[in-house]
């Protein structure tokens, strides 16, 4: 039987504003959730991705790059259960698109038909590893999001995404938002990388970076693109467009969402 992905998209829509939440919405999870169900692909031997919602087991699920997106599943599932054709990776995958939008960002073009593994052999589940590590550099960056297949205008452009939601001591072991509006999309993110002073904070917990409130952060991955002489240029333009910005990321994070998905190619 067909999913009623018009029913579906309103479903999911509906559990997005959850009070007992970080900033009252679970959008920037479900955002983190699409990204890291996809973000394990390599393009050099064509695995990992988002296709067969291998995220449900080991050693992908323990990942600590994953931290915290248990929580993310879990609050799928009533979804899952209602639609029971919807395969959980394009429900995971969707979720982000949905929540992006319903954040006033543009709509990522998307497409069906992933299907779920349910006893997946250990190599058909991504190694740990294959995640961004954002206590390194642009050379870091460069290596994960090449493997996948983007450039570096790309990367820039995904990079935005950062304008939502919080870092969690209990998950990446970093604290704070980006931005003062984790729940809304917007150009905010390469506005506050370009015109605030941004200094190291000082604390115990990992190397993170502070604006001048102390209320706004950055991981070294995200000054990574300014202090990059590639990367920087393209932030500027970011910063200054917001409409190019929203073009360029919703190609982007519509090209992640498709990595390694076995089926006739989507027309992106
Ligand atoms: Fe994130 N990211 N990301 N990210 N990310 C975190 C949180 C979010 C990286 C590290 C972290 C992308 C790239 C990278 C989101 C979306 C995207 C956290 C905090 C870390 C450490 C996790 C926690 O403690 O809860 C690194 C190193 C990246 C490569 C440079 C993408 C582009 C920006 C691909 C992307 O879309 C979102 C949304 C969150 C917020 C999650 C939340 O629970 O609020």
Redesign the pocket.
Known sequence: MAVNWFALENDIKAILKNPQW??GHIG??L??L??HAS?TYSKKDNTGGSDGATMRFNPESSDG?N??LEK?RAMLEPLKQKHPNVSRADLWTLAGVVAIEAMQGPRTPWYPGRTDKEKPKTAEIPPNGR????S?GSSH?RD??YRMGFNDRD?VA?????T????????????G?WTNT?TRFSNQYFKLLVNETWTKKEWNGPLQYEDSSKELMM?P??M?LIWDAKFKPIVEEYAADKELFFKDFAAA?GK?LELGVKRPAAKL
């Not at 995640?131 to 954002?134: F, G, K, M, R």
């Open positions: 970080d900033d920037p999870v955002v983190r699409a990204w973000g790059a931290a915290g993310a995640l961004p590590d954002a390194q960056i994960v999001f990367i995904l990079s935005g995404a950062h939502l939601g919080r870092c969690h001591t209990d998950r990446s072991g970093y604290t938002p984790p991981l991955t995200d990574a994070f992640l």
